[in-house]
T-cell receptor, first 114, second 116 residues
Framework: DTGVSQNPRHKITKRGQNVTFRCDPI?????LYWYRQTLGQGPEFLTY????????KSRLLSDRFSAERPKGSFSTLEIQRTEQGDSAMYLC????????????FGDGTRLSIL | AQKVTQAQTEISVVEKEDVTLDCVYE???????LFWYKQPPSGELVFLIR??????QNEISGRYSWNFQKSTSSFNFTITASQVVDSAVYFC?????????????FGTGTRLTIIP
């Protein structure tokens, strides 16, 4: 039973560039969540999917951010025209669904903007 | 709006001491779920426990125990006979009974350091 997998582990890019992260959830999980974590803070919710449908987006998710889960399996999170403030750890989680189910997290992708 | 407060930013104890991590939450829902997660230096958040709002029984799992008190909106976590491997950042989190809104709201975490 493999856990949630995220790629890449680290991404360094120049301001203004586009970046894309990938998340592969636990195979039997239909819910997939994205969070952002900055230094010294807890994770903050960005968005989540039930299968391929994106059900909720946080106000933190500006127009430069887009997430997809095209076939209800893996998901991608893209940030366009990156800014210094986008530097953070981006965490993906998956669950069986419902607010009572624990979410299981991947190792995260650390984004650094030069 | 839901909110989780972990007032203890950092705690250091000597190995084998007991330590309690505090968590206070706010929610308007009568049905909600509370979670604790551990984030070791490697970075991955590890699920520890879930508690339903309608179940106030305390729980013990090995050296870990959790004290849930609705009257004070608290869900505290105690590690007995701490070990160096317990060093990590611990997060308390809350989700409300809303099947259209399944986000977890996290506290800011407590960094626990166990001194050998």
């Amino acid at each position: 039973d493999t856990g949630v997998s995220q790629n890449p582990r680290h991404k360094i890019t120049k301001r203004g560039q586009n970046v894309t992260f990938r998340c592969d959830p636990i195979s039997e999980h239909n819910r997939l969540y994205w969070y952002r974590q900055t230094l010294g803070q807890g994770p903050e919710f960005l968005t989540y999917f039930q299968n391929e449908a994106q059900l909720e987006k946080s106000r933190l998710l500006s127009d430069r951010f887009s997430a997809e889960r095209p076939k209800g399996s893996f998901s991608t999170l893209e940030i366009q025209r990156t800014e210094q403030g986008d530097s953070a750890m981006y965490l993906c989680a998956s669950s069986l669904g419902g607010p009572n189910q624990p979410q299981h997290f991947g190792d995260g992708t650390r984004l650094s903007i030069l | 709006a839901q909110k989780v407060t972990q007032a203890q930013t950092e705690i250091s104890v000597v190995e084998k001491e007991d330590v309690t991590l505090d968590c206070v939450y706010e929610t308007r829902d009568t049905t909600y779920y509370l979670f604790w997660y551990k984030q070791p230096p490697s970075g991955e958040l590890v699920f520890l426990i879930r508690r339903n709002s309608f179940d106030e029984q305390n729980e013990i799992s090995g050296r870990y125990s959790w004290n849930f008190q609705k009257s004070t909106s608290s869900f505290n976590f105690t590690i007995t006979a701490s070990q160096v491997v317990d060093s990590a950042v611990y997060f308390c989190a809350l989700s409300e009974e809303d099947f259209g809104n399944e986000k977890l709201t996290f506290g800011t975490g407590t960094r626990l350091t166990i001194i050998p």
